[in-house]
């Protein structure tokens, strides 16, 4: 078992590693199997949770499954591994991922390098030297040539600061660390905050098991069926045999999803047709429903016909005029926020156990002992969920203290918002590698497609650098500047910026910067700039 395994696998303590990286999710295993077995490097993996998995290791929550689909949410560096692994559902569920990966580190035998429980607190890069040092939790200290970051973009907690929780006698949750237990609603009454991905996804579980359900909505959200269900063992042998295709379509889409997006606008055809196909990706299900017209984030007229067509949805399914109104959303252009995905959300809110809150017309006053108070009502709670998403992309690189050239801490290089080059780099921080980083298509796309490229072009030039005698690579200065405005650019270029209270640019924390932090500029164009800088002598940046 993964248990038996972690335990046996105590890693040899080492100091003079080439490259150390931290998680062990998607990203940390893949550069681990990369740099070790296709370098020969010496790399450990410094990991905080007591198994792989990353992200999903940590969303346990009730209903937590992939939005993207099973058999283009994995890896494709190795053809053995997706021809043996059988997803059984169209979307993973989280313990299934899990499964996934875990196989994946015994296949490929990475966890003697992985050291668990293990939290790096602090990093520091020693110019003398040229190392980087890391620090745990426990005071162990690890140097290494390179450091690579692979921690996520979505691992970092967002836990309101609502007066009173600490006074709270019930039991509360943040979906992103839940239990490894399930928790058992049955006769309670639950409070749900937050309505984006994770709250939609929960909301129809809980409710489906709780005494009653309230949730608690600041902004409501577009949600396309996910219309999930068992892979046939056809489809299954279907996917297989066309997997070349598949990765390849995946790896050349805007969003590392291998489907196009209709090459036709929205508004150049009739009422009629627009219909049909949106009903028609209604039907299908999933986040392909946003390829349905090629201008549905750059026309804000397009967008409309999209966003009325999910308000039709919606009033249509809910029962309650008065619950579907405060259920449609109004504020932002459909997708300019990450759009949710879900198995009978709004039908839930027919259920006589559920009740809406909208805490933008009541807001969330305090938490008392006994629940939860509004601005018009106290609601008595036995358990409260916070599915309130968390500090995005910068927040996971900043939650332990980094440190680069002249011990310039990453906070301040980036308290205006992040600044790097591709994602890849931060000017002033030799040597490390940020993967899905600020500044790259990451959580725009299918992450493991992004976190693929990421690795592979790291891999890359880590072996150019070994090979003509390099010792430090680094973002030059001018090259970040030009990078954060071409991102800045492309996020313009579309209705993203639009929602004003998207994660994407940080407006879901307080206090945080508002920077769209996230490359607009799709996935095959990037890879392709990215792939043009490392072939033009790793352009825009400094090596020594
Ligand atoms: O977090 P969110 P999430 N008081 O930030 C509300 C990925 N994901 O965990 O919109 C009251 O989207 C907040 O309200 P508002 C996916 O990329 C993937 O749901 O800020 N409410 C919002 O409703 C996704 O986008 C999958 O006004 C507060 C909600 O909490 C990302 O993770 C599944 C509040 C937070 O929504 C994050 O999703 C799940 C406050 N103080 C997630 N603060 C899969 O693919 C926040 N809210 C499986």
Aim: with cysteine; aromatic share 10%; net charge negative.
């Amino acid at each position: 078992s993964a248990q038996a395994s972690t335990i046996e696998a105590a890693p040899r303590p080492a100091t003079d590693l080439d490259a150390l990286v931290i998680g062990a999710g998607f990203a940390g295993l893949y550069q681990l199997h990369m740099l070790r077995d296709k370098l020969g490097l010496a790399v450990q993996v410094l990991e905080a949770g007591d198994g792989v998995g990353g992200t999903w290791y940590w969303n346990r929550y009730p209903g937590a499954r992939c939005d993207s689909e099973s058999y283009y949410y994995s890896f494709s560096f190795s053809d053995e591994l997706q021809q043996e692994w059988s997803w059984s559902e169209r979307y993973p569920e989280h313990h299934e991922i899990r499964r996934y990966l875990n196989s994946m580190a015994d296949k490929f035998k990475l966890r003697p390098d992985i050291h668990f429980n293990t939290r790096v607190t602090r990093a520091w890069y020693d110019e003398d030297a040229k190392l980087w040092h890391a620090e745990t939790e426990q005071g162990a200290r690890f140097s290494a040539r390179f450091l690579i970051t692979a921690v996520g973009c979505l691992s970092s907690a967002n836990i309101p600061k609502i007066p009173g929780l600490e006074r709270f006698k019930g039991d509360w949750y943040h979906t992103g660390r839940w239990p490894h237990e399930p928790v058992d609603f049955s006769g309670k009454r639950v409070g749900l905050i937050g309505t984006g991905s994770t709250g939609i996804q929960a909301t129809p579980v809980v409710a489906a098991q709780a005494a009653h359900l309230t949730v608690f909505q600041r902004t409501a959200n577009y949600s396309i069926p996910a219309r999930n269900g068992p892979m046939r063992p056809d489809e299954v042998a279907k996917i297989k045999a066309g997997y070349a295709a598949i990765r390849d379509l995946a790896r050349t889409s805007a969003n590392g999803h291998p489907f196009l997006v209709n090459q036709v606008s929205a508004l150049a055809v009739s009422p009629e047709e627009r219909l049909a196909q949106y009903e028609a990706a209604w039907e299908t299900g999933g986040l392909r429903f946003r390829a349905s017209f090629m201008d549905l984030l750059t026309s804000k007229e397009a967008n409309d016909t999209a966003s009325e067509f999910i308000r039709a949805k919606i009033r249509g399914i809910v029962e309650d005029p008065e619950v579907a109104e405060r259920l449609t959303p109004k504020d932002h252009p459909f997708a300019t926020k990450r759009p949710p995905v879900d198995s009978h959300y709004f039908e839930t809110f027919n259920r006589d156990n559920v009740t809406l809150v909208d805490i933008k017309a009541t807001p969330i006053l305090e938490i008392t002992p006994d629940g939860l108070r509004t601005s018009e009502a106290e609601y008595p709670l036995d358990i409260i969920i916070f599915a309130t998403g968390f500090d995005a992309m910068t927040g996971p690189l900043l939650a332990f203290d980094i440190r680069g050239r002249a011990g310039v801490p990453l906070k301040e290089a980036w308290a205006a918002g992040p600044r790097t080059y591709l994602g890849l780099q931060v000017a002033e921080f030799p040597n490390l590698f940020t993967i899905t980083g600020p500044g790259s298509p990451s959580v725009l796309t299918n992450m493991p497609v992004a976190i693929e490229q990421h690795v592979e072009w790291i891999t890359d030039c880590i072996r150019h650098m070994r090979e003509a005698g390099i010792t430090t690579i680094e973002a030059d200065p001018v090259a970040v500047d030009e990078w954060v405005a071409h991102v800045n650019d492309a996020a313009n270029a579309t209705l993203l910026p639009m929602a004003n209270s998207s994660w994407y640019l940080g407006a879901n924390v307080p206090g945080k910067p508002r920077v769209f932090m996230p490359y607009a500029g799709g996935m095959a164009r990037y890879a392709r700039r990215c792939a043009e800088v490392a072939a033009h002598g790793y352009e825009g940046f400094v090596l020594r």
